[in-house]
Each structure stands twice: as C-alpha cells, then as structure tokens.
C-alpha cells in the first residue's frame, strides 16, 4: 500500500487518499466492497426464494401424489396403486428434504409454512406447471446474480501476478518514527484478497475418482481456524437446492498431471489442463480446468494458501 505525502518540510504524513497497488484509492475500495457485499445479499435472498420455490412444487407434487394413490386405490387399480404410492413416497421425500434445505439456507418457518400450505392445496396438473414455472423463474434468477458476483471476482483474479513479489519490493510509508508501514505484506493485497475470496466462493470443476468416474463438483479451497488449507467439494442435486457437502486437509498441489484418457477428443479439448490436490484422507483428487486461466488460477491459488498457511504455522512455533 501506498501512501500521498506532503510536499512541505518534514516527514510524510499517511493521508486518508491511500492507494492500493494497482492505483485504487481505499476509500473507492471500500466503496466496491460494500457494493459487492449488497450484490452478494441479492444473491442469496434468490437462492433463497428459489429454494422456497422449489419446496413448494415438491410439495405440490407429493401432495399431488399422494391424492392420485388414493383414488387408484379406490378404483381396485392394485398395480397402479402400488406405483402411485411409491411416487408419492419419493415425493414426499423430496419435499421434506427441500424444506429442510430452506430452513438451512435461512428461510423463516412461518413464511415456508405459509408457501408449503398454499402449495399441497393444488388441484390440477395446471396448479403444478404454474408452480413450476414461478420455480423455474426463481432459479434463472438467482444463477443470473451468482454469475454476475462471480463474473467481477474472475475478472479482478485475472490479473494476479504469478509471484507474489511482482507488485514492489520493500518499502515504506514514509513515517517518520518508522514504527509501522504502509506496505501489505504480498499474501494480504488487494490482488492476494480477490484471489483467496476467488478460491473461497469456489465453482464448478470436474472431478475424476479413482474409478474414472467424472463427476461436476462445486469447488472451493479456503484457510480454517486451525490454519488447515481444506478442500471443499458440494455434490448439486434438485435443481442445486439440496447439496452434500465433503472437506479434506489439503497437503500439495500437482500441477501437469497427464490427460484424462478420450478428453482431447470433446470440443476444446486441447485446451483442457489437468491438476490434482493431494489430501490427508483421500489421496490425490484430480480436477479438470477448461483453460490454461482457469488452471493458473486454481494452481498457484492454492499453492499461495498452503504458503500463507505454512508461514502462519511456522510463525506460531517461534
């Protein structure tokens, strides 16, 4: 960090005009971090309310279920009855699970309560499609402002410098008693912060098991309480309102690792790379990256949070 000194007699003072080192002012800085902190809450409130929405079709649909076994029952369809039945069991379960993702994510109970209510009193396949469509709505919504938050945060990590020195050497602030100084150390920049909160936020890579199986993982890498650089890894399922959540120690980053066998044959395929996180409880987990950006990004990301977490470590030993 940089600071404006006076151009009169005697030492510079720290003026409120402080830039970072890509010339942006901090007053501007916190300016667009409150910004992003509003987009962020946008963000969230239509997860939610697209979680809501897809309660109440789940709801909808069992309750919608449920009235068809019965009157197969009725009408002595017994195999009709038996597949409604089951239906309306898988629904119900979905539906419970979809409440309970919404209660997760924030939502009040009495406002679900009144959605769910309103929900299981349908009467017509058409009560459902208007349901579903109100649903369908919510979702694009709330992946418009995700991409949109998370369009800003790929733009700004784009610049990272590949070393952490390329912003300056040493330097000072120019105080006079020399007790403290302007300069941030490499990790905690403005460019260090975006690339951590990058990696934090995460996004979709594709994950390759030890069978070869692929599949889409929502991706994030972040520093704990315990100093500890975890691998999170979120598995989408219902429209991405019900996630299942699993966290591993990471331990190394393996860059160049070979290609994944038919992968060059897809449409870009010769601009796919491929790098791998080493973990304490699941050995090497291999990930896709579209382009060698995206693979520079994730690569030396994590390998600059494994060297903060390291310092950090080393530091509390002393």
Known sequence: MQYRTNTGIGAATPATTAVTGGGKTVGRWLKDRREKKKEETRAQNAQLHAAISVAGVAAAVAAYAAATAASSSAGKDE???????A????????AAQCVETAEAMGAERDHLTSVISSAVNVRSA???????AGA???LRGAATLKARALKEVWNIAAVIPVENNKNGGNGSNGSSNGSFSGELLPEENFLGICSRELLARGCELLKRTRKGDLHWKVVSVYINRMNQVMLKMKSRHVAGTITKKKKNVVLEVIKDMPAWPGRHLLEGGENRRYFGLKTVMRGVVEFECKSQREYDIWTQGVSRLLSIAAEKN?????
């Open 87 to 94: 239906v309306a069991s898988a629904a119900t379960l979905v």
């Open 79 to 85: 195999q009709r009855a038996k597949t409604d039945m």
């Open 126 to 132: 058409g009560d459902i499609m208007t349901l579903t």
């Open 136 to 138: 369908a709505t919510a």
């Open 314 to 318: 080393n530091r509390n030993r002393i």
